[in-house]
């Protein structure tokens, strides 16, 4: 059989990435995910790294095209600059997408293993290293473009957004095998048998969807009405002193706004709300206080804080909260920080790179620790750190009956960036059973239910104030009390496939 050139072969895998990332919010084609990888399944034998990496490269730089704007809008780079860390970040990431057909062709040509045995492990394992290898990137994980087929969305309690990513690639497989008997004019048993268990996955996963779509939320519950305001402040003023007034103002309106359609319980304000250290005693801070006692409420806001150590200081991405009489009550600072948006990796050996956050030092990472609200806990994720499901699982562990995210989305300016931000948090409230209040600088502020459902939300780039009743507390999940185990086991399966194939094939 006359074997093609790359050239001849490279535009299958560069299509199986433009289908993948069109799967996405936006546009959000998300029946595109169960036959994108069809393409590249049909010539990596051919070229096992080569095809993986090319589709990785396509798939992440159009889901990723945000961080051009990111990069030289609002982090002030050159746009040549911009332009060699996007790829380099498009390249690094593509190296995950290359590992995984490389290994699966090794697989099946060392060990005689299926692609619909192999390919769902090894794209979970590798999605699941990518979550936290080098400071962690789970961005785009292939699950979560189902973000708005809410009946599958539901699986997410059982095994997170790997288990969808696991369900869509097994699919995929299906697909391709399928197609490639009909072609040969064959009825090959792993088609038979493949396609026997891909109609038990996909009916069990529509089943227990359904199901759970069905179930009622607990009307005993506790509940608690939620304001959420969203300033919609321009990140290139936002740090600016001479605007630090008129940001209180315009927050301190929209929460008289909020406050003037009956008291809210609680009135959450987003990331780095107050651009100063709201822990100083000031005028600014002293307003602040205020906006909690004339709205008779809580109020829960981010701000920056620092910790004074022996002649030196840590700086904190943090979120206050206030009693209605204006006491803080307690402070969470931010766990997972955004590598050279909030700090410098190696920043002594790189003394020429700054990070976007301007006019503060580099922050420090904080803990997991609840806010306590009365009887109840808050668990805040602050920016991305809502992309990260074992952080809001530690929260949900920790008795936290709500989780709040507050970010500044206005880095993103108006692209698809927002959208997918939202997409993935809808799967933190499921994972937990929780509901998710987000509030957002620039949008999308929104008020998700445990089932995934964005009851309510705002819309891009306009002050707003989003309201809404959540109720505190939820069910145990599977997801809570085995986190990241199933990743794990087949992290150990692929591992000893793996070892297999060096004892055969040096």
Same mark, same amino acid.
């Given at each position: 059989m006359k074997r093609l050139s790359w050239g001849k072969t490279a535009a299958l895998p560069l299509l199986s990435g433009l289908l993948l990332a069109l799967a996405f919010p936006r546009p959000d084609f998300s029946w595109l995910a169960w036959v994108g990888l069809v393409p590249l399944l049909t010539v990596m034998h051919r070229h096992p790294f080569r095809s993986g990496f090319v589709a990785g490269c396509a798939f992440f730089a159009l889901v990723l095209y945000w961080l051009n704007i990111v990069m030289t809008t609002y982090g002030r780079m050159h746009p040549l600059f911009s332009l060699v860390a996007y790829v380099l970040l498009v390249a690094y990431l593509a190296l995950y997408f290359g590992v995984a057909t490389w290994a699966v062709c090794r697989f099946r040509e060392q060990l005689g293993l299926s692609y619909l045995l192999t390919l769902p492990v090894v794209w979970v394992v590798l999605e699941f290293l990518r979550s936290f290898l080098l400071s962690g990137f789970p961005w785009a994980s292939l699950g979560y473009s189902q973000q708005n087929r809410e009946v599958l969305l539901q699986v997410a309690d059982l095994f997170g957004v790997h288990g969808l990513s696991f369900l869509l690639v097994f699919v995929n497989v299906l697909v391709f095998q399928l197609g490639s008997a009909l072609r040969q004019r064959s009825s090959a048993p792993i088609s038979r048998s493949g396609g026997v268990v891909g109609i038990l996955l996909l009916a069990g996963a529509f089943a227990y969807g359904s199901w759970r779509l069905r179930e009622p939320?607990? +009307? $005993? +519950? @506790?509940?608690?009405?939620?304001?959420?305001?969203?300033?919609?402040?321009?990140? $290139?003023? /936002?740090?600016?002193?001479?605007?630090?007034? /008129?940001?209180?103002?315009?927050? =301190?309106?929209? $929460? =008289?706004? +909020?406050?003037?359609?009956?008291? @809210?319980?609680?009135?959450?304000? @987003?990331? $780095?709300?107050?651009?100063?250290?709201?822990?100083?005693?000031? @005028?600014?801070?002293?307003?602040?206080?205020?906006?909690? =006692?004339?709205?008779?409420?809580?109020?829960?806001?981010?701000?920056p804080a620092y910790e004074a150590g022996l002649g030196s200081y840590r700086y904190l991405n943090s979120a206050f909260l206030l009693s209605p009489e204006g006491a803080v009550l307690g402070r969470s600072d931010k766990v997972h920080l955004v590598p050279f948006g909030e700090y410098v990796p190696l920043g002594r050996f790189l003394p020429f790179i700054d990070k976007l956050v301007s006019g503060i030092g580099d922050f420090s990472p904080g803990t997991v620790n609840p806010l306590p609200m009365g009887d109840a806990k808050l668990g805040v994720l602050v920016c991305f750190e809502a992309i990260f499901p074992e952080l809001a699982r530690d929260y949900a562990r920790s008795g936290s009956g709500l989780l709040v995210n507050i970010t500044n989305d206005a880095w993103f300016g108006r692209s698809s960036a927002p959208y997918q931000h939202l997409a993935m948090t809808r799967f933190r409230a499921v994972e937990n059973r929780l509901w998710v209040a987000r509030a957002a600088n620039t949008g999308i502020s929104a008020l998700i239910d445990p089932q995934g459902r964005i009851v309510a939300q705002s819309e891009l780039f306009t002050p707003a104030v989003v309201r809404g009743k959540v109720v505190l507390g939820g069910e145990p999940t599977l997801y809570q009390r085995i986190g990241e185990l199933p990743a794990l086991l087949l992290c150990a399966l692929a591992t000893y496939w793996l070892l297999r194939t060096r004892r055969r094939y040096p």
């Open positions: 939320l607990d +009307a $005993s +519950a @506790p509940t608690l009405e939620v304001a959420l305001i969203q300033g919609n402040i321009d990140q $290139s003023v /936002k740090w600016d002193p001479d605007n630090q007034q /008129k940001t209180v103002d315009i927050y =301190r309106e929209l $929460s =008289r706004e +909020a406050a003037a359609g009956g008291v @809210p319980d609680l009135i959450v304000w @987003p990331e $780095s709300a107050t651009p100063f250290y709201f822990q100083e005693p000031s @005028p600014l801070s002293t307003q602040v206080t205020e906006v909690a =006692r004339a709205a008779g409420g809580y109020l829960l806001f981010g701000s």
